[in-house]
């Protein structure tokens, strides 16, 4: 995976050179040119190698980085994981996907804040039934390859009453988050239940990765690309994982 995501820094090195983040293309170019891995001892196999040092640029869209951020998420997660299903044994657990109009790239630090304005609605809705929840954003290049689609990936941990007398309909969903972002057209949503914590720690693995595909950065309009990092980089108080005193994180 080093030489797969080391190749599509390399690409976005490259948009960058000349333009006015030229400062980040020297960055990305040298992250991790230089991997010092040593052999430590392992219970299971006997030996293993483990990163002792190296040097990283931390440019958020350097997809070295991005990776390697996403890893720490996932240990994370992986480890309050046991704990939570251990303390709610009969919790189930809700995919929730919000999405709104897509936006212009240049507009996308407001869509955002304002999106997330929507979401602090939702979930002080006396209906929102989460006891916890995980929350990503994702954004991706729109299907005209000029606009910005950012979307929600949610982990909603619920009770099992949820799917009883409790239950949301789709449509009683769509219907809390338009109000919540207030706007007059129904967003596209999607919420699906899962079936088991198998899929549980599948979908974790799945939500708790890129906030914009690489594919989206390395393959997209270049000037898109340029306009997103100039968004993005202003949005430091968005986290990957977002987390409140419900959250699924301890």
């Known amino acids: 995976m080093w030489d797969v995501h080391k190749a599509e820094s390399d690409i976005i090195s490259g948009h960058y050179r000349g333009s006015d983040f030229d400062k980040y293309s020297e960055r990305v170019n040298t992250c991790a040119n230089l991997l010092d891995f040593r052999l430590i001892p392992d219970n299971k196999k006997g030996y293993r190698l483990k990163l002792a040092s190296a040097r990283f640029c931390h440019v958020r869209t350097c997809q070295i980085c991005v990776w390697r951020r996403s890893l720490m998420f996932k240990a994370r997660a992986y480890k309050t994981l046991p704990q ?22 240049h507009e996308l630090r407001d869509y955002l804040a304002w999106m997330n304005k929507g979401f602090s609605r939702l979930i002080r809705l006396k209906a929102f039934p989460a006891i916890g ?30 799917f ?75 986290h990957l994982v977002e987390c409140s005193k419900n959250t699924l994180e301890s």
């Open 133 to 162: 929840y995980l929350k990503t954003v994702e954004v991706t290049l729109g299907r005209d390859g000029r606009s910005a689609h950012p979307h929600f990936h949610c982990l909603l941990m619920v009770a099992p009453s949820y």
């Open 84 to 105: 939570i299903i251990g303390d709610y044994p009969t919790a189930r657990f809700l995919f929730l996907t919000l999405t709104v109009k897509n936006c212009q790239i």
């Open 164 to 238: 009883g007398k409790n239950y949301i309909r789709k449509d009683e969903w769509v219907t809390m988050w338009r109000n919540s972002l207030r706007v007059d057209y129904n967003p596209i949503l999607d919420v699906q239940a899962l079936k088991s914590n198998d899929s549980l720690v599948g979908l974790l693995a799945e939500i708790i990765k890129y906030q914009t595909k690489p594919s989206t950065m390395i393959f997209g309009n270049r000037e898109w690309f340029l306009e997103y990092t100039h968004n993005f980089t202003a949005l430091g108080q968005y």
